[in-house]
Nanobody, 126 residues
Framework: VQLQAYGGGLVQAGGFLRLSCAAS????????VAWFRQAPGKGREFVSAINWSGSWNPRSTSYSDSVKGRFTISRDNAKNTVYLQMDSLKPEDTAIYYCAADRGSPGLHIYDYTYWGQGTEVTVSS
């Protein structure tokens, strides 16, 4: 599966953005999808994940503590796209955001995912 992440940009603190992860090559419903981010000078960290549609719990989602309550992950299988709605953005959310996918249940680590998009940059000004 090929992934393309887009929707990043420059926003003021307290604002919002919606990132999209569009898939091609296979239905996005067949894979778990996650968002990771990498801030300047830091490692890539888990942000959120959503289960694949054929699992026993297809609506299962997970979030890092730093974004819980502000970010929402969702999928639109008809558009073969997973979204990350980011509200109440903070300067510390500034990073390059990557979407990733793999078969099976979603993990929290970069090594849990085989397929990666190219990243989209998010900058939150104070």
């Amino acid at each position: 599966v090929q992934l393309q992440a887009y929707g990043g940009g420059l926003v003021q603190a307290g604002g919002f953005l919606r990132l999209s992860c569009a898939a091609s090559g296979r239905p996005i419903s067949s894979v778990a999808v996650a968002w990771f981010r990498q801030a300047p000078g830091k490692g890539r960290e888990f942000v959120s994940a959503i289960n694949w549609s054929g699992s026993w719990n297809p609506r299962s989602t997970s979030y890092s503590d730093s974004v819980k309550g502000r970010f929402t992950i969702s999928r639109d299988n008809a558009k073969n796209t997973v979204y990350l709605q980011m509200d109440s953005l903070k300067p510390e959310d500034t990073a390059i955001y990557y979407c990733a996918a793999d078969r099976g249940s979603p993990g929290l680590h970069i090594y849990d995912y085989t397929y990666w998009g190219q990243g989209t940059e998010v900058t939150v000004s104070s």
